[in-house]
C-alpha cells in the first residue's frame, strides 16, 4: 500500500465500566480503557471473551447497559452507527454483493451526501491507497480473498474516519498473505496516522502490530499495556497460558517486601520480582510462570545459577529448536525450548539433565484463576 | 483536540453513566423512518386484520335487539344439516390430504431421489394445479368426466359397441364426494409436494448411507431413518392441506351439489356463502365462518410455531447430492407410472380446457368455433380488465408492503414484535371465505366506521392483505440467508436506515420481491372465495364471471373465460421471470 498525504482527523476512545448484558449474561463485564488518538490498540482473548462486542459498542450496533463511550470529547453510548465518525472493517469484509468496487468505495460518500465532483477523485485515490489501482470496475464477487479486503479497508478510509474499527480483519486469509497483510496494515495505520482498535484471538498478530494490548478473558480485561510488558509480566495464570507457552510450578510465599518476593518452590528458596497488580500475603499459594526459552538444559552435574535436577522424559526435534519434556526430581514436569544442537549433542529421553532458570524471567502469578473469585454480575 | 466539534451528531459532552434500557424506547424506534414504518404496518393490520377479525366475530353474536347471543352457535351444533355440513367437511378434506400427501410424497421421492427419465418434465407439470384456480380443475373434471364428458361419452359408446344392456355402467360420473376429493387432490398435493420434496433434498445423505453401512436393507432403512425424519414435514404440511382443504369452496360448489356422503348437506365454505348470499342470512353465515375459523388458527399455530423447532431437517438447507442408484427398480417404475399417470392427467384438464373454449358444443359437436372467445371477450371485457389492474396493484403492494414488514420484524426487531408478525401473517391462515366475509361485514355497511360496499378499493385491499404474508414470510426467509453484516456496513459508513434500506437491502431482496409478486398475483386472479362477497356490478371480476358462467352450464364461454385467465397469467409470469433473471442471478453468486 502507497504512502498518502491523507491525513485523519484521529480521536482517542475512551471506554469507562462499559458492561452489555445479553439476556443475564455480562457480554462484557465493567471495563474501562483508553485507545489513544492515532495508535493502534488491540483487544485480544479468546473467542467469547467480549472483545468483538466491544467493538461493536464502539462502532454503535449495540448500546452498553452501563457505563460510557467517549470517542474524543463526545457522549456516543446512545448515536446509531450511521452518525458515528467510526468505520468497521468487517470480518467477512461486508461488501455490497450487487455493486462494483467503485461503487462500493463510493457508498460511504453517496450516503453522507459528499458533492458528486468529490466522489471519484476520492475513490480513486483510496483505491490507490490500498493498491487496487485499476479494478475499480470489476464486481465484488470477483475478487480473491485479499482483493476483498483491500476494498473494505479503502471503503472504510475513503470517509475519514476518526477510529478505525478491524474486526479479526485476517481470519479469513491464508497464512502467508496474513503476515503480509499485518505489516501493510501496520504501516497504513501508521502512515495515515489513525486511532485503531484491532481485534483478534492471535497473539502473535496482537504482538507484532500493537501499541497497545487489552487482553480480556470472560468479559473482563485480564491485563492491558504495551506487547513487551504482557508478554515479561503476566499478570495472571490466564495471561501468561494464553500469550506465549508458559510452564506452571506450584510455590508458596515465604516473605513479602518492596521490590522483592520470597517463595519457596522445587525445594529451594526463589527471590523475585513481585508480581503485577496483585498484593501477595506470606503463607499464600502462588505459581510460578516459567517461559520454555528462558529454560535451559545442562549437564547434570553443572552449578551455575539456580537450577534443578530432573530426567528427559520426550523430546520433539523441531528444526530451529528442540522441545524437551523434563521430569523434575521435584515432581513437576516442565517444557524446555533449547536451540536445536548439531546431530550427537541432542539429549535423548532418560537423560539425567539439570534445568537452569533465568531467575529474573521468572513470575509470580496468584494461584486462583481471576474468574473464580469475581463476584458473579 | 477536547473542545473540537466534528461532524458527528449525537449528544455533546460526558454524562453520567444510567441504568439499563429499561423504560426508554426500544432502539430500533428511536429512528423516526423505523417508527413511521411501524406506525403504518400497526395501521394496516389493525384496519384490515383485526377489525374485520372482531367484526365478524361480534356479527355472529349479535342479537337483533342489540344484545349479544350465543343461539346462532347452539342452532349450529344441535341443528342435523348442520352438523352433516360439518362432517362432509372433515371426511372430504380428511380423505383429500391423505391422497395430497401420499401423491406428494411419491412425486417429491421421485424428482429427489431416483434417476427417472422426464424428472424434469414431472417437476414442471406438478407445479400446473398452482397456477390454475381449485374450480376450474373441477371444471376441467367436468368435460373430461361429466355426463357429457370426453371420456364418459367413450365408454358410453364402448358399452353400446360391447352390446351391455346398460351402456352407462362403464361410465364413471364425477358429481359427488369422489369429485370433489379427486378435485383437491389435484389443487393441493403440489404443496406437500414442496414441502417434501425440501425436506428430502435437506436429509444429511450421510444418515442414510451410515443405516446401509450398517446392513439395514433399503426398506429397513426407508421406515427407520428416511421416514422417521420426515414426520415433521410430514405432519405440518398435512395440517396445512387440510387446513385449504377444509376451507375450499370452488369444487364442492360445482361438484359437490346433493350428491356428498351426507347428501342433503354442503361443506362448510359453501353453507356459509349460501346463508349470506342466498338467504342473506348475516348471522349464521358469520357464525360458520368464525366455527371455519377455529380450527385454521390452531393449525397455524400448531404448524408454525410448534412444530418448526421439532424438525430434524432444515427446509432452506442446501440441497445435498444423493447417490440416485439405490432405490429397488421395482420402486422406481412404480412411482414412475404414478407419476406419469398424474401429469397426464394433469395435461389433459388444461388441454380440455382449451379444447373446450374453442368447439361448439361440448360433448355433441366438436366443430371449431371462435364464438365462446367472442362472447367472453366482449362480454367480461371490463371484468378482464378489473381482474388485471386490481390483481396487479394488489400484488405490488402485497409483495412491497410484505418485505417492508419482514424487513422491520427481522432487521428492527424489539420486544413485542413477534405479536405483530404473528397477526399479520394471520390473512394466509384464514380461509378465504372469513376474509372475504370478514371484509363484507367490516366495510359493507353493518358496521358503519368505514364503508366501502361496491367500490374496486375493498376488492384491492382484500387482495392485498390476503397475500401480503407471502411477500412477509418469503421476504423474512430471504433476509435470514443474507448476513445482517452487510447492512451494519451500510450504516458504518454513514447511511441512514431509509437509504440503506432502498440501497442496499430492497436491491439484494429483489428476486423474492418478484417471487412474492407473481405468486400473490396469480392468487388474486384466480381468487374466488373472497371476493364473491366483494364484487358488484360496477366492479366485476373475471374470476367471479368464469364461477357464473360454470355455474349457469355454460360450458364453452367458462372454457373461454379459463383460456383467457390461464393465458393472462401466464404471461405476467414469463414476464416478471425474464425480469427477474438478473436478479435470481446474484443471489446465487453471495
Not at chain 1, 495505520?189 to 484471538?201: E, K, N
Not at chain 1, 500469550?243 to 518492596?258: H, K, L, P
Amino acid at each position: 500500500m502507497a504512502t498518502t498525504t491523507l491525513r485523519l482527523e484521529s480521536q482517542p476512545v475512551r471506554l469507562e465500566g462499559v458492561t452489555k448484558l445479553f439476556g443475564k449474561t455480562a457480554a462484557v463485564d465493567d471495563i474501562t480503557f483508553e485507545a489513544e488518538a492515532g495508535r493502534l490498540t488491540t483487544l485480544l482473548g479468546p473467542s467469547g471473551c467480549g472483545k468483538t462486542t466491544t467493538l461493536r459498542m464502539i462502532g454503535g450496533f449495540y448500546e452498553p447497559d452501563a457505563g460510557s463511550i467517549h470517542i474524543g470529547p463526545k457522549f456516543v453510548n446512545t448515536v446509531p452507527p450511521h452518525a458515528r465518525s467510526t468505520r468497521t472493517v468487517f470480518q467477512s469484509y461486508a461488501l455490497f454483493p450487487h455493486m462494483t468496487v467503485f461503487e462500493n468505495v463510493a457508498f460511504g460518500l453517496r450516503a453522507t451526501r459528499v458533492p458528486r465532483g468529490e466522489i471519484g477523485p476520492r475513490v480513486d485515490e483510496a483505491l490507490d491507497l490500498v493498491g487496487l489501482t485499476g479494478l475499480a470496475q470489476r464486481s465484488s464477487g470477483q475478487l480473491s480473498g485479499g482483493q476483498q479486503q483491500r476494498v473494505a479497508f479503502a471503503r472504510a478510509l475513503v470517509t475519514r474516519p476518526e477510529v478505525l474499527l478491524l474486526d479479526e480483519p485476517l481470519s479469513n486469509l491464508d497464512a502467508k498473505l496474513r503476515v503480509h497483510m499485518r505489516g501493510e496494515i501496520r504501516s497504513l495505520q501508521q502512515d495515515l496516522g489513525i486511532t485503531t482498535i484491532y481485534v483478534t484471538h492471535d497473539q502473535e498478530e496482537a504482538m507484532s502490530l500493537s501499541d497497545h494490548v487489552v487482553v480480556m478473558q470472560a468479559g473482563r480485561i485480564d491485563q492491558q499495556g504495551p506487547p513487551h510488558d504482557i508478554y515479561e509480566r503476566p499478570a495472571t495464570r490466564f495471561v501468561a497460558d494464553f500469550i506465549g507457552t508458559s510452564n506452571f510450578v506450584d510455590a508458596r510465599v515465604e516473605s513479602v517486601a518492596a521490590d522483592v518476593v520470597e517463595v519457596a518452590a522445587l525445594g529451594s528458596i526463589l527471590r523475585l520480582a513481585p508480581p503485577v497488580g496483585a498484593a501477595l500475603r506470606p503463607g499464600e499459594s502462588v505459581l510460578l510462570v516459567l517461559r520454555p526459552e528462558h529454560l535451559h538444559l545442562q549437564d547434570p552435574d553443572t552449578s551455575d545459577g539456580v537450577g534443578f535436577p530432573g530426567r528427559v522424559a520426550s523430546v520433539a526435534y523441531l528444526g530451529a529448536v528442540a522441545t524437551y519434556e523434563v521430569a523434575l526430581d521435584g515432581g513437576a514436569t516442565v517444557t524446555v525450548d533449547n536451540p536445536a544442537p548439531v546431530g550427537a549433542a541432542l539429549r535423548h529421553a532418560g537423560d539425567p539433565v539439570r534445568v537452569r532458570l533465568e531467575v529474573d524471567r521468572v513470575y509470580v502469578v496468584p494461584r486462583t484463576d481471576s474468574d473464580t473469585i469475581r463476584r458473579s454480575p | 483536540m477536547a473542545d473540537e466539534t466534528s461532524a458527528m451528531t449525537g449528544r455533546a459532552g460526558s454524562r453520567a453513566p444510567r441504568d439499563p434500557a429499561r423504560l426508554r424506547l426500544p432502539r430500533a424506534l428511536r429512528e423516526p423512518a423505523v417508527a413511521i414504518a411501524y406506525g403504518l404496518v400497526l395501521f394496516v393490520v389493525a384496519l384490515l386484520v383485526i377489525y374485520p377479525t372482531y367484526t365478524i366475530l361480534i356479527e355472529s353474536v349479535r342479537d337483533p335487539d342489540g344484545g349479544l347471543t350465543l343461539a346462532r352457535y347452539v342452532r349450529f351444533f344441535s341443528s342435523t344439516y348442520f352438523l352433516h355440513t360439518l362432517y362432509n367437511t372433515l371426511l372430504v378434506s380428511g380423505i383429500a390430504t391423505a391422497l395430497s400427501l401420499v401423491l406428494g410424497f411419491g412425486f417429491a421421492y421421485a424428482i429427489t431421489r431416483t434417476d427417472l427419465p422426464l424428472k424434469g418434465f414431472f417437476t414442471a407439470v406438478v407445479l400446473v394445479p398452482m397456477l390454475l384456480p381449485a374450480f376450474l380443475i373441477a371444471f376441467a373434471l367436468i368435460l373430461l368426466l361429466g355426463r357429457n364428458g370426453v371420456i364418459n361419452r367413450f365408454m358410453y359408446a364402448a358399452g353400446e359397441w360391447l352390446g351391455l344392456a346398460d351402456p352407462s355402467v362403464l361410465q364413471w360420473v364425477i358429481f359427488g364426494s369422489h369429485g370433489v376429493i379427486l378435485a383437491q387432490t389435484l389443487t393441493f398435493f403440489p404443496m406437500a409436494f414442496l414441502v417434501f420434496s425440501a425436506a428430502l433434498s435437506s436429509i444429511d445423505p450421510r444418515l442414510e448411507e451410515a443405516a446401509e453401512d450398517l446392513g439395514a436393507s433399503y426398506w429397513y432403512t426407508l421406515r427407520r431413518v428416511t421416514l422417521p425424519l420426515l414426520a415433521p414435514a410430514a405432519f405440518s404440511s398435512a395440517l396445512l392441506v387440510f387446513m385449504f382443504n377444509a376451507s375450499a369452496f370452488g369444487a364442492p360448489a360445482v361438484l359437490g351439489g346433493g350428491r356428498l356422503f351426507f347428501p342433503q348437506a354442503s361443506m362448510l365454505a359453501p353453507e356459509a356463502i349460501i346463508q349470506i348470499l342466498g338467504l342473506y342470512d348475516w348471522g349464521m353465515g358469520t357464525t360458520i365462518a368464525v366455527i371455519l375459523v377455529v380450527p385454521s388458527l390452531l393449525i397455524y399455530v400448531l404448524g408454525e410455531y410448534y412444530l418448526k423447532k421439532r424438525s430434524y431437517v432444515t427446509v432452506s438447507g442446501t440441497p445435498t447430492a444423493f447417490r440416485l442408484a439405490v432405490v429397488p427398480p421395482a420402486v422406481k417404475w412404480t412411482l414412475f407410472a404414478l407419476c406419469l399417470a398424474v401429469s397426464i392427467f394433469i395435461i389433459s384438464i388444461v388441454l380440455v380446457v382449451v379444447a373446450g373454449a374453442f368447439t361448439r358444443t361440448w360433448g355433441v359437436n366438436y366443430d371449431l368455433t371462435w364464438r365462446h372467445m367472442a362472447t367472453a371477450l366482449q362480454a367480461s371485457r371490463a371484468s378482464i380488465i378489473n381482474s388485471l389492474v386490481l390483481s396487479g396493484g394488489g400484488a405490488i403492494a402485497a409483495a412491497l408492503f410484505g418485505t417492508l414488514a419482514a424487513y422491520l420484524f427481522t432487521r428492527r426487531s424489539f420486544r413485542g414484535v413477534r405479536v405483530l408478525d404473528f397477526t399479520a401473517m394471520l390473512p394466509y391462515a384464514l380461509p378465504g371465505v372469513v376474509m372475504g366475509l370478514g371484509f363484507a361485514v367490516a366495510f359493507g355497511g353493518r358496521f358503519e366506521l368505514i364503508v366501502l360496499t361496491g367500490t374496486g378499493t375493498i376488492i384491492f385491499l382484500n387482495h392485498f392483505i390476503r397475500r401480503m404474508p407471502f411477500g412477509l414470510r418469503s421476504g423474512g426467509s430471504a433476509l435470514k440467508q443474507i448476513d445482517p453484516v452487510i447492512e451494519e456496513a451500510a450504516a458504518d459508513l454513514g447511511a441512514k436506515p431509509v437509504y440503506s434500506f432502498l440501497r442496499i437491502t430492497f436491491p439484494l431482496l429483489r428476486a423474492t420481491i418478484m417471487g412474492a409478486f407473481v405468486f400473490g398475483f396469480i392468487n388474486m386472479m384466480t381468487d374466488i372465495t373472497a371476493v364473491i362477497f366483494l364484487v358488484s356490478p360496477r366492479w366485476r371480476l373475471l374470476s367471479i364471471d368464469l364461477f357464473n358462467a360454470i355455474d349457469a352450464g355454460r360450458l364453452g364461454v367458462a372454457a373461454a373465460l379459463s383460456v383467457i385467465m390461464i393465458v393472462s397469467t401466464f404471461v405476467v409470469l414469463i414476464v416478471v421471470w425474464r425480469a427477474s433473471g438478473r436478479g435470481l442471478d446474484f443471489l446465487r453468486r453471495s
